[in-house]
């Protein structure tokens, strides 16, 4: 019913740059929240930022002041990562919570795309 395509995931140094981009598609009303999340090997998965229909943003702390996330239109979330760490290695995975045209309300997650810091 809804897919969540990620793009954008690569190899980088430390201190590089990267640009993550998510496009919702499908049988889709509203999206109330989209956001990123990220799960590194051994590791819980965590919110890395989220951005609400209303424009109202958090980041996990690890990441503020480097990290930028961005919604150009309803079904579209971008997030910018500058000054990248190794520690930000992890699979990161777009989030959306969705209203759909038959009246359910839904989460849905995107296939993760990897991001790989490392010099």
């Known amino acids: 019913q809804v897919q969540l395509v990620e793009s954008g995931g690569g190899s980088v140094q430390p201190g590089g740059s990267l640009r993550l981009a998510c496009a919702a598609s499908?049988?889709?009303?509203?999206?109330?929240?989209m956001g990123w999340y990220r799960q590194a090997p051994g590791k819980q998965r965590e919110l890395v930022a989220g951005?609400?229909?209303?424009?109202?943003i958090n980041y996990a702390e690890s990441v503020k002041g480097r990290f930028t996330i961005s919604r150009d239109n309803a079904k579209k979330v971008d997030l910018q990562m500058n000054y990248l760490k190794p520690e930000d290695t992890a699979v990161y995975y777009c989030?959306?919570?969705?209203?759909?045209?038959?009246?359910?309300?839904?989460?849905?997650w995107g296939q993760g795309t990897q991001v790989s810091v490392s010099s």
């Open positions: 989030n959306a919570d969705v209203q759909l045209w038959a009246g359910a309300r839904n989460v849905y």
């Open positions: 499908g049988n889709i009303l509203s999206i109330y929240a």
């Open positions: 951005i609400s229909s209303g424009g109202r």
